[in-house]
């Protein structure tokens, strides 16, 4: 009887928290090491939210927004804002992609995280508090000039969970999956409105990495 109920919250449960209109401080970053690069800047406002869009696991939702950068490098650490309906994220699957032309294309590199926290913003928004969330990953490399996409889901956590984003604004729209990345949809042909996700991309340069890891084998 509860395998059902489950289930059927998980049907239930819309795939999009619904549009709003923009709506305001911009929330308040953890200090990042001083050898921080950010290949995406794309910074949670308030008064800009306007959805909230499925990402997790046990729905098979996932999220894919893109980012080109300068300089080659890579992503250590990953900071988003999100909205946990029943219980916080636990996990997160990572996934760098390719640019097929028209969205997400073939997966360049695949990543799983647990060192995540959670810190609730003081801001709700549908009934819910939004949370900024902080995660730690490595060793996810991107090369200058390319279009990447960077691909999102949750695991561990009840209930659904929504990655919170803007109208359009720094790049292209964010794409949705419903099958685990099998296959793509763009944020206005699923939901009528071009989205991109608050986010924030940063780590290393490669000299930055080389240099760094001189210093440790110092210790």
């Known amino acids: ?3 059902f109920i489950f289930m059927l919250l998980l049907i239930q449960s819309p795939d999009n928290l619904g549009h709003i209109p923009s709506v305001s401080p911009e929330a308040a970053l953890l200090g990042d ?6 290949c995406c800047s794309q910074p949670f406002v308030y008064e800009n939210l306007a959805n909230g869009l499925g990402f997790s696991s046990p729905n098979s939702w996932m999220i894919a927004d893109d980012f080109t950068s300068p300089t080659s490098g890579y992503i250590d650490l990953v900071q988003i804002w999100a909205i946990y309906a029943s219980s916080n994220a636990t996990g ?28 609730n913003t003081g801001y709700t928004s549908w009934g819910y508090p939004l949370y900024y969330t902080y995660i730690t990953t490595s060793d996810i490399f991107y090369s200058a000039g390319t279009k990447n996409w960077f691909a999102l889901q949750t695991t561990g956590g009840a209930g659904a969970h929504y990655w919170l984003c803007a109208n359009q604004t720094w790049a292209d729209m964010t794409w949705f999956s419903q099958n685990n990345g099998s296959t793509w949809a763009s944020s206005q042909s699923t939901w009528g409105t071009a989205y991109e996700q608050f986010m924030i991309l940063s780590g290393m340069l490669p000299l930055e990495r080389e240099s760094w890891g001189g210093i440790k084998a110092l210790f």
């Open 1 to 3: 009887m509860q395998i």
């Open 33 to 38: 090491p001083p050898w921080e690069y950010y």
């Open 92 to 119: 997160f699957n990572i996934q760098l992609r390719a640019d097929s032309g028209s969205g997400p294309g073939s997966i360049v590199s695949s990543h799983t995280s647990t060192d995540c926290t959670h810190s």
